[in-house]
């Protein structure tokens, strides 16, 4: 034998012998005397018990499901363990356990005193390495060596080779059997142990190798995992030895048989089973969704982010994180999956995952700001594209919602909603009428664009047969550019830009916060919605319309509950009065009339630019906008009802300039249509309540126009071109 194996052998004789001293003098102590002495020493020491034993924190992770409370959308952890009661672990699981690790659990104090000394004469007679640890000394040395709260050297200390820690174990061990009984000491024992394969504690380990419950586990699946704590990477059956893993099951068989737990014949018939395993990996965040479902990844992402914005869950993004990851939570989101795989199957069915552009859509319900569904004709997922494309099919750039390099999408004339609620606001009805020229001069500077008119903005009418006399109604419905150019004038386009703020448009470029903070008065192009939004923020301020003026932040959540079944206060909507509920009445009734159906005061004419939506809900009461950006570069739809709004915008993500085209829109407005269809089947028709007459007809006005002036038609001459024309 070598110097350094003499050493160790040594080394064990001391530790041996002072370990059997404390053996010895125990043994020889009278039994009350040593009672008396244990019940003092422990009720001490339970005091001055580490925080983390008497109450212990372990980390979990975090199960997030759709709004049916079933259907697993993914989950968040740093270890993979869900803590369980006792009373859900098969009995077997726990007879198995039991045998294979402490047999005399449950009539030690503890510390096993006959334990210790069988291991001190193995070790030292046979040169073994043989352990004398207690389930509850185990417990003791999970709980220390992962608590997160302590030092990386604290925790190095929980499970070094010494008398100091070993005597630390069985008064830490002794403290807790006083204060807690036999289950309770268990079910901490089953929920922290290391099973392998990533997985910590029972529940978790039932799933990775059976994918089933601990409640479920047979006697050859539990004594197949009761073999695994002794050395769970080496033993596990999916990443280490199946061989030595089947060995062990059968250890622990043989060990249910001498305590008595089952028959000679019961362990023989699990024996003879063969190792059936079903590696289920439990996924772990938003890139690791179930297969077929790489699209839920972006109501994840847009999940996790929100969530680090709740003060909820701690007082920093970064303990919001920690909480996410290790807290334990149950989370039931707003997504429908139904309405989900509809916004998906649209998006692609108008350009496929590998095509430059995208559709993605959003769907909120007015009145609670619960997201519905958040898809796209993407995959959420770090995999690599092939050359020459970046972000396609694979991408976790936030397409939907917006954020990090994603400011948005140019909706065009989706933001006509925002002047025309300005305009109610200020008073004017509805039948406020205008003589729309097909080109408008206005008092603003044009500042390097195409539709410059002696260097004043004058945009056009998408047609010429557009010009003429105007209200609300038909200017909304046909989308009349100039009529609302000219209503923006009259009511300021800051004040506009303060309504698509109030409704919860979001300015995520540099320009559109510049322009918004220090040139709204002049930014009269607002109304042709030239600035950067995303469906989930369009379709949030038409369903602020819907619900009659009610503004509900987006909420991607319908409760979260603690590992404790305490309900976090984040699930209930956070709303408020945005619009006076007649003006947002008002504006349900001329956006009716871009999707072909009437207002309640049968004022919309024709020549809706989105029929077809109207004719795809049948009956049911529908309302929206269509949008085009300049050169048809963007394409975008809003459709809603009382009960769901739904915006899709088409553009290419990475080429602001690319065209997606004129026929682009009747995609995106069947696509939108359809979605509203899925999210309204089995609930009831919900009219729409009309607006006060007051609102809608008042006194009409027809401002004459005046040569010259701002807003006033001029003789454009050779200002008249070929200029860009948003509808």
């Known amino acids: 034998m070598g ?81 369980v009661p006792l009373t859900e672990v098969a009995p077997a699981m726990r007879q198995a356990i039991v045998a294979a690790e402490d047999r005399r659990f449950y009539s030690h104090g503890g510390v096993d005193l006959r334990g210790v000394a069988r291991a001190l004469v193995s070790n030292v007679t046979d040169g073994t390495s043989q352990g004398a640890s207690t389930l509850t000394m185990q417990y003791v040395r999970n709980v220390l060596k992962t608590d997160p709260e302590r030092t990386a050297e604290q925790r190095a200390s929980a499970t070094e080779i010494s008398v100091g820690r070993k005597l630390q174990e069985v008064r830490y061990a002794a403290a807790l059997e006083q204060t807690l009984d036999k289950d309770e000491i268990l079910a901490r024992y089953l929920n922290i142990a290391y099973f392998g394969s990533g997985a910590y504690g029972i529940a978790a380990a039932s799933e ?81 969704v179930a297969d077929g479902h790489a699209d839920w990844g972006f109501f994840c992402d847009y999940l996790r982010s929100w969530w680090l914005t709740q003060p909820a869950f701690g007082d920093t993004p970064e303990e919001r994180e920690q909480a996410l990851r290790r807290g334990g939570y149950t989370v039931v989101t707003s997504l429908d999956p139904q309405v989900q795989a ?149 009511v300021g386009p800051a004040k506009v830009v303060e309504m698509a703020e109030r409704l919860g448009i979001t300015f995520r470029s540099d320009v559109d916060q510049r322009l918004a903070a220090t040139d709204a008065a002049d930014w009269g192009a607002f109304t042709l919605g030239v600035a950067a939004t995303t469906p989930l923020d369009l379709a949030n301020a038409y369903a602020t319309v819907a619900a009659e003026g009610t503004y509900c932040r987006p909420l991607p959540v319908v409760s979260v509950t603690g590992p404790d079944g305490a309900k976090a206060p984040v699930g209930e909507p956070s709303c408020r009065r945005a619009l006076d509920a007649d003006v947002a009445r008002a504006a349900t009734d001329a956006a009716r009339c871009p999707v072909g159906q009437q207002s309640a005061y049968a004022r919309c004419g024709g020549g809706g630019t989105a029929t077809a939506a109207g004719q795809l809900l049948g009956g049911r009461p529908l309302a929206g906008k269509t949008g085009t950006s300049d050169d048809d570069a963007a394409k975008s739809f809003v459709a809603y009802t009382p009960q769901v709004a739904v915006a899709g915008i088409a553009a290419n993500p990475d080429d602001p300039a690319d065209r997606v085209g004129v026929a682009a829109q009747s995609g995106v407005v069947t696509a939108v249509a359809r979605v509203v269809v899925t999210a309204t089947a089995g609930q009831p028709v919900v009219a729409f309540t009309p607006p006060s007459r007051e609102l809608a007809v008042g006194n009409t006005v027809q401002p004459r126009p005046t040569p010259g002036r701002p807003g006033g038609n001029l003789d454009l001459g050779d200002w008249l071109g070929r200029l860009s024309v948003p509808r």
């Not at 003098?25 to 244990?38: I, K």
């Not at 994918?211 to 539990?222: K, R, Y």
């Not at 023989?268 to 059936?276: F, S, T, V, Y």
């Not at 009418?461 to 150019?485: E, H």
Request: with cysteine; hydrophobic share 40%; charged share 20%.
């Open 208 to 288: 990775r190798y059976f994918g089933i419950t601990p409640t479920e586990l047979t006697l050859g699946q539990a004594s197949l995992l009761a073999g695994l704590v002794q050395s769970p990477d080496e033993y596990s059956p999916i990443d280490g030895d199946a061989d030595a893993a089947l060995a062990r099951r059968s250890y622990v068989l043989d060990a249910m048989v001498e305590t008595g737990a089952i028959t000679a014949g019961q362990a023989d018939q699990a024996r003879a089973e063969r190792l059936a395993l079903n590696p289920t990996p439990q996924p772990n965040g938003c890139t690791a």
């Open 342 to 490: 509809s916004a998906l199957r649209q998006s692609l069915a108008v350009f496929d995952r590998n095509s430059p552009r995208a559709l993605p859509i959003a769907a909120v319900e007015p009145g609670t700001g619960r997201v519905l569904a958040m898809a796209v004709n993407r995959d959420y997922s770090l995999a690599a594209n092939p050359p020459g494309q970046d972000n396609r099919p694979n991408t976790v750039n936030q397409l939907v919602a917006g954020g990090g390099a994603i400011d948005g999408y140019q909706a065009g004339s989706t933001f006509k909603l925002f002047t025309m609620l300005a305009a109610l606001e200020a008073g004017l009805p509805l039948a406020t009428s205008y003589d729309a020229p097909p080109r408008l001069v206005t008092r603003y500077p044009a500042e390097g664009s195409t539709a410059s008119c002696g260097g004043r903005w004058c945009p056009a009418n998408s047609s010429a047969d557009m010009s003429g006399p105007r209200t609300m109604w038909d200017g909304f419905g046909r989308s009349v550019n100039t009529y609302f150019v000219w209503l923006s004038e009259r």
């Open 3 to 83: 110097e350094r194996g003499v050493g160790r052998r040594l080394g064990a004789v001391v530790v041996c012998g002072l370990l059997a001293g404390l053996v010895v003098a125990a043994v020889a102590l009278p039994g009350n005397l040593v009672l008396g002495m244990t019940v003092k020493a422990a009720g001490d020491a339970w005091h001055r018990l580490p925080a983390e034993l008497r109450t212990p924190a372990t980390a979990q992770r975090t199960t997030v499901y759709a709004n049916d409370g079933r259907t697993l959308l993914t989950s968040f952890y740093d270890l993979n363990r869900r803590e």
